[in-house]
Each structure stands twice: as structure tokens, then as C-alpha cells.
């Protein structure tokens, strides 16, 4: 099953068609990517209707499905579906992995987060050098792909979580990017925030590296039932820290001015502290303020 999932999450880009100048992705596409059928994405808005705004997820008009067809023969719309297909913008589709809440849906809505990351930053820095026609999503790049893998090259995560502002509703981009500075850890992520609860424990479960949080008011029936599943992650009680911070290899410091179950709640701010001086002396008072190990 995961060579099956792995294999469609490679051709994602091929998977999200612009409707109206919004990018978005099929229901069945979604369904097929999660490994689940087409019903159960349809059912899971249907049970949480105030959870996907029009902005988020809507059904596609006779008009929108023709146009789809029209442009993107590809497009996965059987002729012999009753009803016209559901669309999901990135947040929909963020939104929907937080309800169907399975392993698969957790790793491949990842994998699409990057994906629309990738494109809005390949977009927004080079526009100018290729014809809009080229930045079309479902289009194989051809023999423009040599030039696009260069261009992507560039969107390094150093640059891009340097230094971020989020705004109220921000929720997907700013989700992106925690999740581009825990790609930035080779062996330990340390986590200090006092709020530290389920939103961030369902990024963190796949990620299979060294990882700490420092918290002031841990759940303990949550942390008994994450271990009891799951065994990347120690948790540490302690009251001496008011910010929160993400300490990568002990090397590098990013500060949140939010903590992670409310990133994208209101305008909020993540950077990367660079005083190398202040960066020791953080990282070495939470070793010994918190006895962790060297």
C-alpha cells in the first residue's frame, strides 16, 4: 500500500488544476493519494460543513467541470458520475487531514503542503523569466524541466524560514514553514512551548528523529497514549520558559511569537535568532535547566 501511495504522491503537481485563478485538487484525487474512496472526502465536509468555507472546498458548477475537462483532458472526472466533483483549496486540503486523521493522510498532506509551497515561491520569484503558460500546473514540463529544477534549487529552507510573518488565517503557510524547520534537524529537534498538545504531536509523530519538548502543563493521559504508539518523542516538565522556541541540532534557534496549536490564529511572527552568542547560552541553559543529556 505505501509504494502505492508513494507513486501518486510523485505526480501531485500533476494533480492540482487552477480554477479561477485558485489552485486546486479533486475529491477523487485526494481519495486516491489517502488511500481511501471518494465518499468518505465527500462525507467527512458533509460532517463538518462550518469547517470548509467556500474558500476552502466547493462543488464544482456544470460550467467549472466543463471548463476543467476542456483544458485538462487529464483531469480524473468520470462522465458517469452522477453529481460534478468537490474541489479543495491547500487550506481545504489541510483542513481535511486534520479530520480524517489516518497516518497516510497526515504524511501525504505534507507532501502536498510542500508541493503548493514550492509552486507559490516558484511563482511569486519567477513569474517574470517564464511565460504564464509554463506556470501551469497540470502542463509536463517537458524540456523546461532542466530550467524549473534549477529554480527550485534556489527556494533553500534557510531562506525561507529566516524570518516569517503570518497573518489571521494563515493557517497552511504557516504550518509550511514549522514543518520546513523541523526538515532542517540531521539528529535532535528540541521544542520548548507551553501549549504543546495534539496539533503539533500529529506533525511530529512522523518524524523519525531525536525529539524533546519542554512544556509547563503536559497532558499526561495524551503523552501516555502518543507513547504508548510512538517513541520518537520525550517529554520534559518545566516552567522556565515563557516563549516559544525550536532548538535544531543544538545549532540553530528559531523563536515563535504563537504558540504551535494556534499558529495561523492571528498575526504571529517566526525567526531565526543568528547571535551565535545568545544561541549558546540558550541552548546550553536548557540542557542543564532542564537535564538533558549532552
Not at 501531485?12 to 471518494?38: C, F, Q, R, W
Amino acid at each position: 500500500m505505501n509504494e502505492i501511495v508513494e507513486k501518486d504522491v510523485i505526480n501531485i503537481e500533476n494533480m492540482i488544476y487552477e480554477i479561477d485563478g485558485k489552485e486546486v485538487m479533486l475529491d477523487s484525487d485526494l481519495a486516491k493519494l489517502y488511500n481511501v474512496e471518494t465518499k468518505r472526502v465527500n462525507e467527512a465536509v458533509k460532517n463538518n460543513p462550518e469547517k470548509f468555507p467556500r474558500r476552502f472546498s466547493w462543488i464544482l458548477t456544470n460550467e467549472e467541470k466543463n471548463n476543467l475537462w476542456s483544458k485538462f483532458s487529464t483531469a480524473n472526472i468520470s462522465s458517469m458520475s452522477r453529481s460534478n466533483p468537490r474541489v479543495f483549496t491547500e487550506q481545504g486540503v489541510y483542513m481535511l487531514a486534520t479530520i480524517l486523521k489516518s497516518k497516510i493522510a497526515t504524511e501525504v498532506s505534507i507532501r502536498i503542503m510542500d508541493t503548493f509551497v514550492k509552486m507559490r515561491h516558484y511563482i511569486k520569484y519567477n513569474e517574470q523569466l517564464l511565460p504564464r503558460k509554463y506556470l501551469l500546473l497540470e502542463e509536463k514540463v517537458d524540456n523546461n524541466t532542466k530550467r524549473i529544477d534549477e529554480l527550485f534549487d534556489k527556494f533553500n529552507p534557510k531562506v525561507i524560514t529566516k524570518n516569517s510573518i503570518f497573518y489571521k488565517n494563515d493557517i497552511y503557510d504557516a504550518y509550511s514553514v514549522l514543518i520546513e524547520i523541523f526538515k532542517l534537524s540531521e539528529e535532535e529537534i528540541i521544542i520548548i512551548d507551553n501549549y504543546a498538545g495534539k496539533e503539533l504531536l500529529d506533525i511530529l509523530r512522523i518524524i523519525h528523529k531525536k525529539i524533546l519538548i519542554v512544556s509547563s502543563s503536559i497532558d499526561e493521559i495524551q503523552k501516555k497514549k502518543y507513547l504508548k504508539q510512538y517513541n520518537n518523542v520525550s517529554f520534559i516538565k518545566n516552567d522556565s520558559y515563557h516563549d516559544r522556541f525550536i532548538i535544531i541540532d543544538r545549532k540553530r534557534v528559531f523563536h515563535s511569537g504563537a504558540s504551535f496549536k494556534d499558529l495561523g490564529n492571528k498575526c504571529f511572527g517566526i525567526n531565526e535568532i543568528e547571535n551565535k552568542i545568545e544561541i549558546d547560552k540558550l541552548v546550553n541553559e536548557v540542557i542543564k535547566n532542564c537535564s538533558i543529556n549532552n
